[in-house]
């Protein structure tokens, strides 16, 4: 719509203006993305979800792939901040299987898609999505870092033998998190996974010094 304010062309968007609380439509949105994967959910089923408009999701995001990097920083920021309050453990083992076993009980959490967000999603894609799953590559890239980044202190605080090779058992504890993430979407139970986990920690407590 086109009025004139003094002497001034002044264009104005159509339809009514955004009113939604940001948290909570990107809290629905993060939702449908975990449940349905990037590809899966379609603008309907986020705006279905959200209770907002296709106009309003464009306006406030942009676009599908923006929303979703949104979602993604909420998901991290709401629910997978649990292992970067773990990794501050002052024993790096305790640190370790915590991570591990909050994992466990995130991914199997009741009332929500279960496996996690991050961990396997967009990792194949259409061609046109490749900077979606670069993205999403690059937050596990991160999360690997503080693992990497937690064991090199814990070698250098004497915790674990100084031959341990901190990018290999941080992959490690990775490919855990991955593996049980899967695991879970396929039906796992809490009980399972912990003893998964179990398994996981007996193994870095063998690099204990």
């Given at each position: 719509m086109i009025t004139v304010e003094n002497n001034k062309t002044v264009?104005?968007?159509?339809?009514?203006?955004?009113?939604?609380?940001?948290?909570?439509?990107?809290?629905?949105?993060?939702?449908?993305f975990w449940r349905l994967g990037y590809e899966g959910a379609s603008i309907s089923d986020l705006t279905a979800a959200m209770g907002i408009t296709p106009q309003s999701?464009?306006?406030?995001?942009?676009?599908?792939?923006?929303?979703?990097?949104?979602?993604?920083?909420?998901?991290?920021?709401?629910?997978?901040?649990?292992?970067?309050?773990?990794?501050?453990?002052?024993d790096v083992v305790s640190a370790l299987a915590r991570v591990l076993r909050e994992s466990a009980r995130e991914f199997t959490r009741p009332g929500r898609p279960h496996g996690c967000m991050v961990s396997t999603a967009v990792l194949t894609c259409a061609v046109e999505n490749e900077p979606v799953a670069h993205h999403v590559s690059s937050l596990r890239g991160e999360t690997l870092d503080a693992l990497k980044a937690r064991i090199e202190l814990g070698v250098a605080e004497g915790q674990l033998k100084g031959a341990s090779?901190?990018?290999?058992?941080?992959?490690?504890?990775?490919?855990?998190?991955?593996?049980?993430?899967?695991?879970?979407?396929?039906?796992?139970?809490?009980?399972?996974?912990?003893?998964?986990?179990?398994?996981?920690?007996?193994?870095?407590?063998?690099?204990?010094?």
């Open positions: 264009s104005r968007p159509r339809g009514r203006p955004r009113a939604f609380d940001r948290d909570e439509v990107l809290e629905k949105a993060a939702e449908t999701l464009y306006a406030a995001f942009t676009s599908k792939a923006d929303l979703y990097r949104e979602a993604l920083a909420w998901y991290q920021a709401h629910i997978g901040a649990s292992t970067a309050r773990a990794l501050e453990e002052s090779n901190a990018a290999a058992l941080a992959r490690f504890v990775g490919a855990m998190i991955q593996g049980m993430s899967v695991q879970a979407q396929d039906g796992a139970s809490r009980a399972t996974l912990l003893e998964v986990a179990d398994i996981a920690i007996a193994e870095i407590e063998r690099h204990r010094l």
